[in-house]
Structures are given as C-alpha cells and as structure tokens.
C-alpha cells in the first residue's frame, strides 16, 4: 500500500521527466530543463536533459534575474516564448545574458514554455537550442503550443486530483513551507539526499536542514515514519 503511495506522489516527477523526453525527442533538442515555479515566481525542483550541473549553478547564482523569461519577468499569462523574438538578432551580442551566458554555454537561441495553474505559472520548460536546430519554423512553434497545451491540461489534472489535494492539506495542517513539501515529496519517492539537493540546487547541509524541520513539525525521528504517517494521514483524508 506503501507503494501505492509513493507511486501518486511520484507524478509531478515523472510528469517532468516524460515532458523533457517528449520535447528533446520530437524536436532533437539537445539541452532542456523543466522546473516549478513557488508562488513568489521562484523555480524549483529541477529536472534536467544533457544539461550540465554548473551551467545551470551558473544560472541560478550569476544571471536569472537578467533572463527575460524568467517567471518573475513575464506576465502570469506567458505561455510561449522565444529569445529570437525578444532579443533581436542584431542586438543580442550587446546583451549580457546572451553573451556572458549563453553564447559561451554553445547555446544559439532558447525557448521557454510555460504551464499555468489559478492564473499564475506554475511550471515550464527551458528549451536551450543549438545552432543545428534554432532555425525552428513557424509550424514547428505551432506543434510546441500544441504540445504545451497537452502538458497544461495533465499538470491542471495532476493538482486538481485528490491525492495531490489531500497533501497539500496534510502540509498545511503541518505548516510545512513550500520547499519542505518538494522535500517531503521526494522522501516519499524514496530519493537519496544528493538527488534531492540537485532538485533543490541547494547543498546536502541545507536539505538535511529541511529534513530536520519537517521531523519536528510532524514529531517523527526517520523517513519510515513519515512514510507511515503520511500514509494513515492521507487514508483518513
């Protein structure tokens, strides 16, 4: 039953990770990260395709706040967007994010793709573009909005479902903050510390952190017992 369980929980990561093979895949996109995005427009939980771990250290430390489609830079609305048609051609080698980010990084042009929950973006997708597939066409954007459509009716069916209610209500009556929950969901899928840090990009020092505090709010000693308690929690739900 247990199983069960981790199997509900594990959605959202395996939502992110077929929603990279399906976009590296139709596409032959070589780098590509998929993220969620906390309701004061932070990403979160990362899952990465190809994407190498100090590139996206790099970003997160150095140059999101100057990403124009950084969620915090664009209306709650966005669904997708292209560098190209943000930054022209002629200009982007005068822009720093271009320049001293991506264009060392081999990347030619990106683009974003947004997923949308209670009228703010919740989620997307970073889709970096070499330059052997940036000379993507109008049809293909058309195929990337149709996909983005898809995904955005199976992430709105993923937190309108009542496994993903009945957690959230088990956090809230915990008052757990938004990344102990990402913690919390990635103990139930049994992932090691190191994997959970790299979701976070945060340290082992600071997940143990999180671990400890979601211990005492929920007054259990290990992981085992906040599978148990977890699972008699969301049955009584």
Same mark, same amino acid.
Request: cysteine-free; proline content about 0%.
């Given at each position: 039953m247990i199983a069960g369980l981790k199997v509900t929980q594990s959605s959202l990561s395996s939502l992110q990770d077929e929603s990279l093979k399906l976009f590296t895949d139709v596409f032959g996109i070589q780098k590509a990260a998929a993220y969620m995005v906390d309701s004061g427009s932070k990403m979160f939980s990362f899952k990465n395709f190809n994407l190498q771990t100090a590139m996206q250290r790099e970003y997160l430390e150095h140059f999101h706040h100057l990403d124009p489609f950084h969620p915090s830079n664009v209306e709650d609305e966005a669904a997708v967007q292209r560098l190209s048609d943000a930054i022209a051609w002629h200009r982007r080698n005068d822009d720093p994010y271009y320049s001293k980010f991506l264009n060392r990084w081999g990347i030619d042009d990106t683009i974003e793709v947004y997923l949308h929950s209670e009228g703010r973006i919740v989620a997307g997708l970073s889709l970096f573009l070499d330059e052997g597939v940036s000379e993507l066409l109008s049809a293909d954007m058309k195929r990337i909005e =149709? @996909?983005?459509? %898809? @995904?955005? %009716? =199976?992430?709105?069916?993923? @937190?309108e479902s009542p496994q993903r209610r009945n957690f959230e209500a088990v956090c809230d009556e915990y008052h757990l903050t938004a990344k102990e929950r990402v913690v919390l969901e990635h103990v139930i899928q049994g992932l090691p510390h190191k994997s959970i840090a790299n979701c976070l990009c945060c340290s082992l020092s600071t997940v143990k952190t999180h671990l400890q505090n979601i211990f005492e709010k929920m007054a259990v000693r290990s992981k085992a017992e906040i599978i148990s308690l977890l699972y008699s929690q969301l049955n009584y739900h």
């Open positions: =149709s @996909l983005r459509r %898809f @995904l955005q %009716f =199976s992430i709105e069916n993923y @937190l």
